[in-house]
């Protein structure tokens, strides 16, 4: 009877922890990089040869205030998450940074791969 109850606790345990991994996001970063670099070339008509890591989003895409509204306004469309209580949106400088941030939130927020559209 002790035995029974303790391969049932095992199995319990062993199934919470497939849950917890199961809800865990999928998306790996060549994902993100692509879905980021989407709203890049969709609503600022950049070549995808032009998006790189390392450049910077003012300085080398050459994008001004207005169009970084229309960027955080583009990405959370496409990722299904609010970004304007987000603190980290203003560190991003370069495109890199908005890889890492998606990355980060999609390992808090597993729900955005179901978002991606």
Do not use: C, W
Not at 91 to 108: I, M, Q, W
Request: aromatic share 6%; glycine share 4%; hydrophobic share 40%.
């Amino acid at each position: 009877m002790q035995e029974h109850r303790l391969t049932a606790f095992r199995h319990e345990r062993t199934f919470t922890i497939r849950n917890i991994q199961e809800k865990q996001s999928n998306m790996d970063h060549e994902t993100i990089v692509r879905t980021v670099n989407s709203i890049f070339i969709e609503r600022f008509e950049l070549d995808e040869s032009e998006l790189t890591p390392e450049k910077t989003i003012m300085g080398d895409l050459q994008l001004d205030s207005l169009d970084l509204v229309d960027m955080i306004v583009g990405l959370q469309q496409k990722f299904g998450i609010m970004l304007r209580d987000n603190p980290e949106v203003r560190s991003v400088r370069t495109l890199g940074d908005v890889y890492a941030l998606f990355e980060k939130l999609a390992k808090e927020h597993p729900e955005i791969e179901a978002n991606i559209k």
